[in-house]
């Protein structure tokens, strides 16, 4: 036998007996109890509650934010977005950044005036890791825990959003979703025919407590985050 | 060679008598504490979603072989290779070969209690690869050259000063005992790691059957740069981690941070489907997901014990548990310690070697009251004791219980007992607490409890006489029906 049908021989077998559970609520989906309703997979209501409204969710991000350290900043327009890119520019004295070239973050970095580092279509790491910002789109924005969504094909790979130490993230304000399970329905409804090769929940600036349960940022990812929502 | 038992009993000794110890953890632990309260009290009902968290976990044990070929069968529909490992050695062999066959020199780690489990860096270290832990409790431990303390907070046992101590020793360079100075210098060495690295290890959190992903949960962005830069990737799963549908996540992720570290959600959560895709920038050219099985089969043929799979890896039973916070983690000489450890290492190793872990316990329940997924971790202890002494029974604990019986079930022989008992107090004060006293390995660190003057009983009798003699001296009789 090969080893996968060894292992699942032993799980058919060990399936066999019925569980016997002390506490146990009644068993949905008991072995071989293909009648059995699936778990409820409505979780909504069980999870923090977010308010109904776009200014709601504005709210909500915003709070999430502060608490973890995410610069958030709610722009009126494409304008203003530029303007808070140009702030960051000089703050920190950016010689050069990395991008994709997508619809939004394209005319808004060449705006910068800075050497670029494209991402799209294959990049020297090393290279990157120079950059002094990675500048992205996202999915989506999770208002419920002030997260930002992103895939290897929405923003410019796997590397450009965690390599640099200062991710900025350009946002719409149709990718503010509510909460994680609308998250997850959107990328089901965008992705499912054909999936990326990695989704990820940023949710704060890399961080550690690993000495003395101390919060420090950027432990190996950005030491910085900042989401300018237009 | 000392049994499990014997150090675990030898360490414990020592490490309860410490009090710098103890302080450590209580502090780290009451920080975990308020936090995770926080949180929790934002769920719009905390107790429902650990109960549909039990369910949907159940329901995924319970068909797991099918889950598990649906995992498989996306999984590889994306161009990734999935290895299936029945025992450790297997997995072990597994990643070696591929780390020769791409001739790997450096190999960075994110981490993985599998891996732990497997005693993987052994493996490829002894065959000559060089192997960096790169989660930064993870390179702590790596760098001291012991095992992980805690499987979420590897290096709480330390302070500051010995990490400054070990960073000035093993890398010569620590400016100052700051956390943040000494983040900033791992942060410094592992850049270099991961920009080098040929291969990239990673454990995962949840296999996703519905999408053929792996969900890896961290706040580092350590496992985000493992699975990005090097040019192959390699994941080892514990069978026991599918999830049927990759809208649970919504769910599961949550309150693994909640119950874990007492964040909302942890920095990066991040779901990997295949190696890089046509169009895709960058990502390893090859994806291995390695499926371990390693007794978990086992744990699932034990109709009582099979909710021990529900388990998400999240500490959260540990950082409750008494016993834990004093004897601390590497106590238990096991990659699982705390509760769930006392719970599956007896299947993971066998009973016999194992079964002082269950028997150290106060069955206290704070485990099972803490659990996100609602295992019955105490009642599973009690399982294991009662299974241990129905494989090798012990004649003196027989005979003793055998004698307690016949006297609880003699009332003369009970009031005589109680009456010996009482008298033999008195005389116990002389010797108390020392080596003479047959008590001693209660006594020497912890009070005796003092039997009652009275017995209820008696008191009882006592005062229906009082009662009797002033109402009939007032001139009442007994109040009738």
Known sequence: ?230 | MTSPAAAFKQHARTLTRDLRHRHRIQTALGKYEVKRDEMKARFQDWEGARQAAAAIKSEAIHHLDRYLEEFAARLEARGAKVHWAPHAEAARQIILGICRDRGARTIVKSKAMTAEEIHLNDTLEQAGFAVVESDLGEFIVQLRGEPPYHIVFPAMHLTRGEIRELFARELGDAPSDSPEELTMVARRVLRRKYLEADVGITGANFAIAETGMISVTENEGNARLTAALPRTMITLVGIEKVLPRLADLALFLPLLATAGAGQLLSGYNTLYGGPRQPGEPDGPEEFHVVLLDNQRSTILADSEQRDALHCIRCGACLNVCPIFRHVGGQTYGTTYPGPIGAVITPHLRGLRAWQHLPFASSLCGACTEACPVKIDLHHHLLQHRRNARTQRPIWWEKLAFRLFVGVVNRPALWRLSLALGRLGQKVHGLVRGTRLDPAYAWTQTREMPRLAPQSFKQWWRQRSANRAGRDSAEGRGPVGP
Request: charged share 20%; aromatic share 6%.
């Open chain 1, 1 to 230: 036998m090969n080893p996968r049908d060894t292992i699942l021989a032993r799980i058919r077998e060990a399936l066999r007996a019925p569980a016997a559970r002390h506490n146990a609520p009644a068993p949905s989906a008991a072995a071989g109890d293909e009648t059995a309703a699936p778990p409820s997979r409505s979780f909504t209501g069980l999870l923090p509650r977010v308010g109904p409204g776009f200014e709601d969710w504005v709210a909500a991000f915003a709070a999430a934010s502060r608490e973890l350290r995410t610069e958030f900043v709610l722009c009126e327009s494409e304008a203003q977005v530029r303007t808070e890119l140009i702030r960051l520019r000089d703050a920190e004295g950016w010689q050069r950044v990395a991008a994709h070239a997508g619809p939004r973050v394209k005319p808004a970095v060449e705006a910068l005036g800075l050497p670029v580092w494209w991402t799209d279509g294959g990049y020297d790491k090393h290279a990157l890791e120079q950059c002094d910002a990675g500048l992205t789109e996202c999915d989506a924005l999770v208002a419920q825990t002030g997260t930002v969504v992103v895939t290897s094909t929405s923003a410019g790979g796997r590397a450009l959003n965690v390599l640099p130490p200062h991710h900025v993230v350009l946002a719409g304000r149709e990718q503010l979703v509510p909460d994680l399970p609308a998250a997850f329905a959107l990328l089901a409804e965008r992705y499912a025919t054909a999936w990326p090769s990695m989704i990820s929940f940023i949710t704060g600036p890399s961080r550690t407590g690993d000495i003395e349960r101390i919060l420090v940022l950027g432990a190996h990812g950005p030491k910085k985050l900042t989401v300018l929502l237009a």
